[in-house]
């Protein structure tokens, strides 16, 4: 290998690849150069004689892995190969293959993957539990509760209770669902994802001789992202490096955003506590925001109290401040967003695809989308499909638009599809019972249609018929906000409770649907809008790769924009008032504006309305956000202005 090129790192990178060995800790600030430093190390161990398989590796994704090991590759001017570099689940996939016999499994175990794994469950559910009608969790839901439960360490009824408590009166059923569930497994010789973490730790923690031998044999031990990794990954990464105790871990407690689905900021927290001789390296110098951006940044994260105290240092010139723009409602909060996006593609050449919006949930973008398409701006959805697209809220406009149309036989099928016990073959017996009559919900809601029911089906078929005919009672035509409410509260959120582990997600999605519907007159009116949003109209964009990204804050992490626009800036917002109710919430929260700021180059905007609509409270002011708050009480204490305002007549 040629002179190693260490001028491609700055002196706060060097002092971390150069590190002889030991524990160490690397906090890495947004935009540091992160990838590089851990890249560079990898390449400098091999330059002083580490054989490369015996370096173990762990990423985020086995993409980052490849990326990474290409780029060691070019620096060491070398095409050998890193046996040990992947994510976690991709090198216990390695281990266990050689030794799953030590934990009852044959080497020729397979791995299922989560409709496999669903369909197992469901056969649990089948013998264990039996039918026990539509409130029952499915066996998709009861795979999430189990995933999480491994994932976060909790045991299954500290699962429940803290993330889906209305199924805790099922608590004994679902235990010996996941009970049998397991021994299924085993019996079948199948693991699902998250066995590829728990047999591996189990398989170390039941043979010390056979952990030690890997304990020995890595030298050093790297991991990446640090701040996202789960308990028993914590764990694993402990074990791995028990023999040298070489090992670099390497994240930014400031970024730790996804404990909703199992990551522990904890582990990096507690690093030097487990570690005692770990030495800690700061990357603070940014290369992605200007200084005014960055001012801002630290200004909000140093509110969190647990953290290690960082502040990102700016290598760029002075650009211009963020902008705070408060609107007047939501509607015009969409149109200042699209109207701005127009305004800098058209005066400052800024492509589409460099402008990004942000938002904490993705409902939060249903007024921005509207406006979009309405304007001809091409968008890309990172979170999601797009609202109206949704299962979910589609499922709902089903209910409307047989009221509006009882002849819209899709909608009938979308409907009735969802009733506990009825199949394809009733659903077709009663469209050609209710299809030709001069009114098919008149038909539906008579006593004879139970004639054409199963026994079995007809609880159901009551239920829904109780629904339809209280929407026709309620004089629901003229109020589509009354109509999904009640849509909601007398059928559809016990379904989605029982169907979606994401359940909460989704109703917050069709709460804001409700809310959103306050302006129209009539279920026309409304449906004829969503029609036109859904429509052909939207395919080009397809085709044309310059679009506006719209994402959530969890899905933007690790990515940049020349522009970014934080919409809902607002309390209950960003933060969530949902997550506010959970431990260590608000300091979450705040975790994620902190990496929404850092995802902007050039241009920051952060939105909020001044006034919204409540279906229960009607309309009401919006609190700005308590982080902006913060933000300019701290600013106010260093005699510093950390906005610009924006004033506009128009909005």
């Known amino acids: 290998m040629s002179r190693f090129p260490e001028w491609e790192l700055n002196e706060e990178q060097k002092a971390v690849v150069f590190q002889s060995g030991g524990p160490l800790l690397v906090l890495a600030g947004a935009g540091s150069g992160k990838t590089r430093t851990l890249t560079y190390r990898v390449a400098w161990l091999m330059k002083c004689g580490v054989s490369p398989g015996r370096i173990f590796l762990a990423t985020f994704t086995n993409k980052a892995a490849r990326s990474m090991l290409d780029r060691v590759g070019l620096i060491t001017e070398t095409d050998l190969p890193l046996p040990w570099g992947g994510t976690f689940h991709s090198i216990g996939h390695r281990i266990l293959r050689r030794h799953s016999e030590l934990i009852g499994y044959s080497r020729e175990f397979t791995i299922i993957d989560t409709e496999d794994a669903t369909q197992i469950i469901n056969a649990c559910i089948a013998e264990k539990v039996g039918r026990r009608g539509a409130r029952f969790p499915k066996g998709d839901v009861i795979r999430e509760i189990w995933s999480l439960s491994v994932n976060t360490g909790q045991g299954l009824e500290e699962c429940i209770e803290s993330r889906f408590p209305q199924l805790i009166s099922y608590l004994d059923d679902i235990k010996n669902v996941v009970e049998d569930y397991q021994l299924r497994k085993k019996s079948l010789n199948v693991m699902d994802f998250d066995d590829l973490l728990v047999n591996w730790r189990t398989l170390f923690l039941e043979n010390e001789d056979l952990k030690w031998r890997y304990a020995e044999h890595f030298l050093h031990v790297l991991i990446d992202e640090y701040q996202d990794i789960n308990v028993i990954q914590g764990e694993i990464a402990d074990l791995v490096a028990s023999g040298h105790r070489n090992i670099m871990v390497v994240g930014d407690d400031s970024q730790s955003i996804y404990s909703f689905r199992g990551a522990d900021y904890r582990n990096i927290l507690t690093f030097p506590e487990r570690y005692r001789d770990c030495r800690i390296f700061r990357l603070e110098t940014n290369y992605r925001s200007t200084p005014e951006i960055l001012q801002m940044a630290n200004l909000s994260i140093k509110n969190n109290t647990r953290q290690f105290p960082k502040e990102l240092k700016s290598v760029r010139e002075r650009g211009k401040k963020p902008y705070l723009v408060q609107?007047?409602?939501?509607?015009?909060?969409?149109?200042?967003?699209?109207?701005?996006?127009?305004?800098?593609?058209?005066?400052?050449?800024?492509?589409?695809?460099?402008?990004?919006?942000?938002?904490?949930?993705?409902?939060?973008?249903?007024?921005?989308?509207?406006?979009?398409?309405?304007?001809?701006?091409?968008?890309?959805?990172?979170?999601?499909?797009?609202?109206?697209?949704?299962?979910?809220?589609?499922?709902?406009?089903?209910?409307?638009?047989?009221?509006?149309?009882?002849?819209?036989?899709?909608?009938?099928?979308?409907?009735?599809?969802?009733?506990?016990?009825?199949?394809?073959?009733?659903?077709?017996?009663?469209?050609?019972?209710?299809?030709?009559?001069?009114?098919?919900?008149?038909?539906?809601?008579?006593?004879?249609?139970?004639?054409?029911?199963?026994?079995?089906?007809?609880?159901?078929?009551?239920?829904?018929?109780?629904?339809?005919?209280?929407?026709?009672?309620?004089?629901?035509?003229?109020?589509?906000?009354?109509?999904?409410?009640?849509?909601?509260?007398?059928?559809?959120?016990?379904?989605?409770?029982?169907?979606?582990?994401?359940?909460?997600?989704?109703?917050?999605?069709?709460?804001?649907?409700?809310?959103?519907?306050?302006?129209?007159?009539?279920?026309?009116?409304?449906?004829?809008?969503?029609?036109?949003?859904?429509?052909?109209?939207?395919?080009?964009?397809?085709?044309?790769?310059?679009?506006?990204?719209?994402?959530?804050?969890?899905?933007?992490?690790?990515?940049?924009?020349?522009?970014?626009?934080?919409?809902?800036?607002?309390?209950?917002?960003?933060?969530?008032?949902?997550?506010?109710?959970?431990?260590?919430?608000?300091?979450?929260?705040?975790?994620?504006?902190?990496?929404?700021?850092?995802?902007?180059?050039?241009?920051?905007?952060?939105?909020?309305?001044?006034?919204?609509?409540?279906?229960?409270?009607?309309?009401?002011?919006?609190?700005?956000?308590?982080?902006?708050?913060?933000?300019?009480?701290?600013?106010?204490?260093?005699?510093?202005?950390?906005?610009?305002?924006?004033?506009?007549?128009?909005?």
Do not use: C
């Not at 009938?412 to 030709?436: C, D, F, K, S, Y």
């Not at 009672?473 to 589509?480: A, D, L």
């Not at 899905?555 to 919409?567: C, N, P, S, T, Y």
């Not at 700005?624 to 009480?633: D, G, M, N, V």
């Open 327 to 651: 609107l007047r409602n939501a509607s015009k909060q969409a149109e200042f967003v699209a109207q701005r996006i127009e305004e800098l593609r058209q005066w400052e050449g800024i492509e589409y695809k460099e402008m990004a919006v942000l938002y904490r949930a993705h409902y939060q973008s249903m007024e921005l989308q509207m406006e979009l398409v309405r304007r001809g701006i091409p968008f890309e959805l990172r979170s999601g499909i797009r609202f109206f697209e949704q299962a979910h809220v589609k499922d709902i406009a089903a209910y409307l638009r047989i009221l509006v149309n009882g002849y819209d036989e899709m909608a009938w099928r979308r409907v009735l599809n969802h009733v506990e016990r009825v199949g394809p073959a009733t659903i077709g017996r009663i469209w050609q019972e209710i299809g030709p009559s001069s009114s098919p919900l008149a038909v539906f809601l008579s006593s004879h249609i139970l004639d054409l029911i199963p026994r079995p089906a007809r609880d159901g078929i009551q239920a829904l018929q109780e629904t339809l005919s209280g929407l026709l009672q309620g004089g629901y035509e003229r109020n589509p906000t009354g109509a999904i409410a009640y849509i909601i509260e007398k059928a559809y959120a016990q379904y989605l409770a029982a169907n979606y582990a994401d359940y909460r997600d989704r109703l917050d999605d069709l709460v804001h649907l409700a809310e959103y519907a306050a302006p129209f007159q009539s279920l026309e009116e409304f449906l004829g809008e969503l029609a036109l949003l859904t429509g052909p109209g939207e395919e080009g964009y397809n085709i044309d790769q310059d679009r506006v990204v719209l994402s959530t804050i969890h899905q933007a992490k690790g990515l940049e924009w020349r522009v970014v626009f934080i919409i809902w800036v607002a309390e209950g917002r960003l933060p969530l008032a949902r997550a506010l109710n959970d431990p260590g919430g608000e300091e979450e929260e705040r975790r994620l504006f902190y990496v929404a700021v850092t995802r902007a180059k050039d241009h920051l905007y952060l939105t909020y309305p001044a006034v919204e609509f409540s279906r229960t409270e009607g309309y009401g002011y919006v609190l700005p956000s308590r982080f902006l708050k913060e933000i300019q009480a701290a600013a106010k204490k260093e005699s510093i202005e950390p906005f610009d305002y924006w004033v506009g007549e128009d909005y």
